[in-house]
């Protein structure tokens, strides 16, 4: 028996720029089902929903191939327009909330409710009235029936970003005809109760018939809301699964596509010597004043070539210890490196002793976003150690050869999946943007590499090639590293040593083979191990 | 006393850019020893030429444009419809009436296009406008002293005395001079009402014929409001006392001020009775309404205000379209075409993905900007009454925009009380830093100069200090969140 769809979009196709991204894709949809749309990260799963959505990215860069149906028609979605019109709503992965306005405003922007002028009986109807009582006990209704309970006339801007997503969900139900509802990532930036009530109101939210399509990593989560998936991988079709039919290893095995094995598995071979009286790096009474990640006095030795871990809960200061040393936030206390003190009140006094940063913040700190790869991964060593410059008398201008060569090599090295070195570090997905961090402070050939958060928001391969790397790195070339992770398992699987920060300070630093409980007591601050 | 003291500093700081430019008039002032009235009448004769002007950046600015430079090419379409309405002999109100006609349609074409350039420009809307505006002054400048006359036959010997080239001034008295300013005040109130009352009416009734809800409590006030002033205009002229008064086109500031005055402490008293009666409790700004009222009344007593007073006149409906101006403005920004644009003006994206149309609701709002400074061209110019033909269009944005800068608007902010403050206080800059600069250097040709150097530096100054503004208000969020 052939199921009725509310969606069926079949043989879909997208290039950017020559780049096949999205390869005879399909997507079925029954009415009020949640159905998840499950890979991993530049699988291609926004790419589809852009299209679904009728988002101009799409239209700008050439439209797309393949047919779309809708409650059984065949339709042309050509703008975000269109796609409400037909029913089709979409909470965005970034809020489309306008912080300066209320959340009425936010909840019914676009779709004011409005009261004749006689201007707009001779203009048309944008020259109508907005109704603003009108438009509030609408936001309210919404409000309400997702269970949020704040007041409809507070502005948006400055509130935490659970409550963002819930306007955004109300605006959606808001709308009239709602049919299909997509969920981009919607728990990435949600603490877990908060996502558990997410999950709760998608639930309610179908219980009306509304059909939902929740993108997300989280196989939990699928596994507890959803009736069906569909499996992408590479921008190709996996698999149109139901859930009760399958577990969350095989949804896993489906993402990846290989056996997802213990985290490193080629570290190379091991030919370091560590002594306790070859320090490399030394903090001393170290504070740093980073907002929401402070450091309150942290003493910590790093030995030459070992890998150190700093491990930690969200906002305890784990992260403010690489960027405190980098300069790029305040910092107090001594930090010496091989024995000479960094002035870290000057931005890049690090950076000169050869000290390589791979940021946490990629799209903000770690790249230039709207520069080629190219040159993504050879600037930092121009600045710093004049390479890829040749002399023209006094004048040093870029050797472009070299840099392309260079470029190229890293390309391969670290399979970084590109059109090519020219193509914009931006529109990379979000693994290849760190690989490209990562080639970047190689190029630098730091002698001491500090790679905080390296695997947020990548997926699972990439995970591995990026670990991998720092594991080769470390044991063949002897580099040593500064590992920062918010990830215990990826810490516990790599480094020699692991600090445990706990409000700011050192509560412990243990081997990688140390207790779940040992681990546990530090990261809640209760002083421990020391190893 | 301390709180006090930091919510006094912290009002100083918000409104730094205002406050700067107080000091440097009252400085400018004391320097220049150049009697009150005069720089008063000056001033408000000033107002009523450039307000118009300033209020059209108004709503560019909200929807995300930044200041419109482009007003240029408004002003270009002003001056054009004043060549054909002088080349066929149109005069007065009339002629005035014609001018609008004219402008109007060529300044929504020329505001299409500009919107259509800021489109392809987003980011840079203001450089593009400043450069677009000297573009289309070169253009026009093409067309005024070659292209009429020269390749379009067009024969009038008192504005082409060689047959094609313009003439460079061009004298407006007997013409479109004070065709305007010189509507009596009485007309005025009888357009107001008249206009109120089918506003009123029409709109209660169209809203019927749709089936939806009268706003029946507003149509009452709207019509009360209306026939007051209607009846006021009508009856008022037949009344010697009121006609004495009310009768002329220039209401002198003393009636003003004590008519002006009894209305605002009337108006205050009843209603903070009616709050009484329904027991509010927030009187503070009827209380300082009243007070506001006294004070103006007070003026007319005091001799040395009253000096000032007398010697300022007030074209009465000039006033009545710069009031106008600013009931348009907030009207625009309660329809669903305002909330358009306060979201394309607040982000992009995220009205992209609401389905409002970003591009179309730009290139309108630059229309809507560019007629608004058509307007106020030929409100400028029939009140200055010579036209200066080839240039009369070059600083129209340069001083409209040091203006709405200096009353504290930013490019992501503008209000009418900016654009009001603003206009005030440049141009009592602008009236008074050539006299005291004079007054110091002891040459009188220095004037021009300090002009140019007034609107440039108070652009630059303004911005920098909205800048320093908008640093504070960083460091204060990062505070706030340890």
Request: with cysteine; glycine share 10%.
């Amino acid at each position: 028996m052939e199921t009725k769809y509310l969606l069926k979009m079949d043989n879909i196709s997208k290039e950017y720029f020559g780049n096949k991204v999205l390869k005879n894709v399909q997507l079925h949809v029954a009415p009020g089902e949640i159905h998840a749309l499950m890979g991993e990260n530049g699988a291609g799963k926004s790419t589809l929903m852009n299209i679904l959505f009728g988002m101009p990215v799409i239209h700008n860069t050439g439209g797309f191939e393949g047919t779309i149906q809708f409650d059984g028609q065949t339709v042309n979605i050509d703008s975000p327009q269109k796609a409400m019109e037909l029913g089709i709503g979409m909470v965005h992965q970034e809020f489309m909330l306008i912080p300066g306005f209320t959340v009425t405003e936010n909840v019914k922007l676009g779709r004011e409710i409005t009261t004749p002028t006689i201007a707009s009986g001779v203009f048309g109807k944008s020259l109508e009235k907005l109704d603003r009582p009108a438009m509030a006990s609408d936001a309210r209704k919404a409000l309400d029936t997702i269970g949020l309970n704040i007041p409809e006339t507070d502005t948006v801007g400055g509130m935490p970003v659970g409550y963002m997503q819930f306007i955004e969900i109300a605006r959606e139900i808001d709308k009239t005809g709602m049919k299909l509802l997509i969920f981009d990532e919607p728990t990435a930036v949600l603490t877990e109760s908060e996502a558990q009530k997410l999950l709760e109101t998608m639930q309610v939210l179908t219980s009306k018939g509304i059909s939902i399509i929740f993108i997300t990593h989280r196989i939990d989560e699928v596994i507890q809301v959803a009736n069906s998936m569909t499996v992408l991988r590479d921008g190709t079709f996996v698999q149109h699964v139901e859930t009760k039919g399958t577990t969350a290893a095989e949804i896993a095995e489906m993402m990846v596509g290989r056996k997802v094995e213990k985290l490193v598995d080629d570290a190379g071979k091991d030919t370091r010597t560590i002594s306790d009286d070859d320090i490399l790096l030394r903090l001393k009474d170290f504070h740093v004043d980073m907002p929401g990640e402070k450091v309150r006095g942290v003493d910590l030795d790093i030995r030459r070539g070992e890998i150190l871990g700093i491990g930690g809960l969200a906002g305890q200061g784990k992260v403010g210890i690489p960027n405190g040393i980098l300069g790029l936030y305040k910092s107090t206390g001594t930090v010496k490196f091989e024995g000479e003190v960094i002035e870290t009140e000057k931005l890049g006094a690090a950076l000169k002793k050869h000290i390589a940063f791979v940021s946490e913040d990629r799209r903000g700190v770690g790249l230039l976003l709207e520069e080629s790869i190219e040159n993504n991964i050879t600037f930092t060593a121009m600045q710093i150690d004049g390479k890829f410059l040749k002399n023209y008398g006094p004048l040093k201008l870029f050797d472009s050869k070299k840099a392309r060569e260079h470029a190229l090599d890293m390309i391969k090295q670290l399979d970084i999946r590109c059109t090519g070195p020219e193509q914009y570090a931006g529109r990379l997905s979000g693994g290849n943007q760190q690989k490209v961090c990562l080639a970047r402070a190689i190029t630098m050939e730091p002698k001491l590499l500090i790679v905080s958060e390296p695997t947020r928001g990548i997926d699972i391969g990439a995970k591995k090639l990026v670990l991998e790397l720092l594991a080769k790195m470390n044991r063949e070339e002897g580099m040593t590293i500064i590992m920062v992770s918010s990830e215990l398992n990826e810490l516990r699987s790599l480094c020699d040593r692991i600090a445990i920060v706990s409000d700011g300070q050192l509560t412990g630093i243990f081997a990688p083979d140390a207790s779940d409980a040992e681990y546990g007591m530090a990261m809640s601050g209760v002083k421990g191990g020391n190893k | 006393m301390n709180k006090l003291l930091n919510s006094l500093k912290k009002a100083i700081f918000d409104n730094k850019v205002i406050a700067l430019f107080v000091v440097l008039c009252v400085a400018c002032m004391a320097i220049a020893e150049t009697s009150v009235s005069y720089i008063a009448a000056e001033v408000f004769s000033r107002f009523s030429r450039n307000a118009c002007l300033v209020l059209s950046l108004i709503i560019p600015c909200l929807a995300g444009l930044g200041m419109n430079f482009g007003i240029v090419v408004g002003a270009i379409a002003a001056q054009i419809s004043i060549f054909f309405v002088v080349h066929f002999g149109f005069t007065g109100l009339g002629g005035f009436m014609l001018c609008v006609l004219i402008s109007t349609p060529l300044a929504i074409f020329f505001g299409w296009l500009v919107g259509k350039l800021y489109n392809n420009t987003k980011g840079a809307e203001m450089i593009a406008g400043l450069i677009l505006g000297f573009f289309a002054a070169g253009l026009y400048r093409l067309f005024v002293l070659y292209i009429l006359g020269g390749v379009i036959p067009f024969d009038d010997p008192n504005l082409l005395p060689r047959g094609f080239g313009l003439r460079n001034a061009y004298d407006l008295t007997g013409s479109l001079k004070y065709a305007l300013d010189d509507i009596s005040f009485l007309n005025v109130c009888v357009v107001i009402g008249i206009i109120a009352i089918v506003a009123a009416v029409v709109t209660s009734a169209y809203a019927k014929k749709k089936g939806q809800t009268v706003d029946k409590n507003g149509a009452m006030k709207k019509v009360v409001i209306g026939a007051a002033a209607l009846v006021f205009g009508i009856v008022g002229r037949f009344i010697p006392m009121v006609n004495l008064l009310f009768g002329s086109s220039r209401l002198i500031l003393t009636d003003v001020a004590l008519f002006g005055g009894l209305a605002l402490i009337v108006y205050a008293v009843i209603k903070i009775l009616l709050s009484l009666k329904k027991g509010e409790k927030k009187l503070g700004k009827l209380i300082a309404m009243a007070v506001a009222g006294v004070l103006l009344m007070a003026g007319t007593v005091i001799p040395a205000v009253r000096e000032i007073y007398q010697a300022v006149q007030l074209p009465s409906a000039a006033y009545g379209v710069i009031v106008l101006f600013c009931f348009f403005n907030n009207w625009i920004m309660e329809t669903r075409l305002g909330q358009n644009m306060r979201t394309v003006g607040q982000n992009r994206g995220v009205a992209t993905s609401a389905g409002i149309n970003v591009d179309k609701t730009r290139i309108i709002a630059t229309c809507i900007s560019t007629v608004l400074a058509a307007w106020g061209q030929l409100i400028f110019l029939q009140n200055l009454g010579t036209f200066n033909t080839v240039q009369q269009q070059d600083n129209v944005g340069l001083y409209s925009i040091a203006a709405i800068l200096v009353g504290g608007a930013t490019v992501q902010k503008a209000t009418n009380r900016h654009a009001v403050i603003g206009v005030i206080l440049f141009h009592t800059l602008f009236v008074v830093a050539p006299l005291a600069a004079t007054k110091i250097v002891g040459d009188s040709a220095i004037s021009e100069y300090i002009r140019m150097f007034i609107s440039y530096g108070v652009i630059a100054v303004s911005l920098a200090l909205h800048a320093w503004k908008t640093v504070a208000k960083k460091d204060d969020k990062k505070a706030n969140a340890e």
